[in-house]
């Protein structure tokens, strides 16, 4: 038996290290909104080039693995040479690839990373893919990053969960946040873990930007709250350098970010939160210990390139919740 079914695309990471020289940063109200800025029609030379396999469901799966969970993944992959490098690095990692299916027809999902100033902007093309799941008997499911006609097997998760009495966790990925409250209503009826950043709370939500003040707790509970009352049990808002907040039937949480960490990239940083968190509630943690762990797992990530070179072990992981070296939860 598994303890947790990871179901997502996965793709081929490429992450093009760019100089501060090469590119600007524009941004406005109070540094909240920026755009990358290279000069139109100019050949920008990259510093580095690093590729990996990534992915949420992936980079998921492989965190849940390396903390302890017994993982297994459903998803597609191609046929072709990108494929198999895929397929032998999740086996590396002790997951279990039963369930994944190669295609023949297609070639496989690939983004391009673009990391300036320790910030990622992400490119990212899925390939069309009609999906159709496995029966899942695992206690926990975990619902992440699709193509854009994902919504076609939220009604066999539905009837998965039904039947097995699993624990739905929903990190949606670009085109499900598109599907917004009224695609989402069903999906989101029946998770127990809703989690996201503020961004994609936003957009899920249709909430107008301008209108929100990033800095005070209460708007940010405010925002949760009306995602909660979709059905989601637990949910959780992430938000860079600020932390995360976690929204029950009993608390509204607040966790620092882990504080002086050598920012390189932040790709997979939320990945990272969320699979420390997931692991720690299966492992029967308690909610201050779970945030804990999402917090270390994101910091250990940020100091590396790519989402999976940081992920800590389970030993890593408990030696650093040991060491007091992460902040202290918040409850309100």
């Known amino acids: 038996m598994f ?16 100089d501060t020289a090469e590119a600007e940063l524009h941004c406005r109200r109070k540094n909240l909104e920026c755009e990358l800025c290279f000069t139109y029609g100019k050949k920008i030379p ?3 080039v690093v590729q990996s396999v990534g992915g949420n469901a992936a980079n998921v ?7 302890g ?17 895929i397929l032998e690095t999740l086996k590396s990692e002790n997951i279990n690839t039963a369930n994944i299916q190669r ?3 297609t070639d496989s999902n690939f983004s391009t990373i673009i990391v300036f100033k320790g910030e990622r902007t992400i490119l990212v093309h ?10 899942i008997s695992t206690p926990w499911i975990y619902l992440t990053s699709m193509a854009a006609k994902s919504d076609q097997i939220h009604s066999q998760i539905i009837a998965n969960i039904n039947k097995n009495h699993s624990k739905l966790i929903f990190q949606p990925g670009t085109h499900q946040i598109r599907f917004g409250l009224k695609g989402l209503k069903n999906i989101l009826a029946s998770t127990e873990v809703f989690i996201a950043n503020l961004s994609e709370f936003q957009q899920v939500l249709d909430l107008k930007e301008e209108k929100l003040n990033y800095s005070e707790d209460i708007k940010i509970r405010l925002i949760m709250e009306k995602l909660a009352t979709n059905g989601p049990k637990i949910v959780i808002l992430t938000n860079g350098l600020d932390g995360a907040y976690l929204l029950n039937d009993e608390h509204f949480y607040h966790i620092n970010a882990w504080p ?5 990239d932040q790709t997979g940083a939320g990945d990272a939160f969320a699979s420390g968190f997931v692991s720690a509630t299966i492992l029967r943690k308690n909610v201050e210990q ?14 590396s390139i790519g989402a999976q070179a940081g992920l800590l072990s389970f030993n890593e992981i408990v030696q650093i919740i040991n060491k007091d070296q992460i902040p202290t939860v918040k409850s309100f």
């Open 61 to 67: 799966a492989v965190a849940s693995s390396r903390l």
């Open 69 to 85: 969970l017994k993982t297994s993944i459903i998803t597609s992959i191609a046929s072709d040479k990108t494929g198999l490098k």
């Open 3 to 18: 303890d947790i079914t990871i179901i997502g695309d996965v793709t081929w990471d490429n992450l093009l290290m760019v």
């Open 46 to 48: 990259i510093r580095e």
């Open 290 to 303: 779970a945030l804990q762990w999402g917090i270390a797992n994101s910091g250990s990530v940020v100091e």
């Open 126 to 135: 899925h390939q069309a893919i009609d999906y159709n799941l496995p029966e």
């Open 103 to 105: 295609l023949t027809d």
């Open 260 to 264: 002086n960490r050598q920012l390189v």
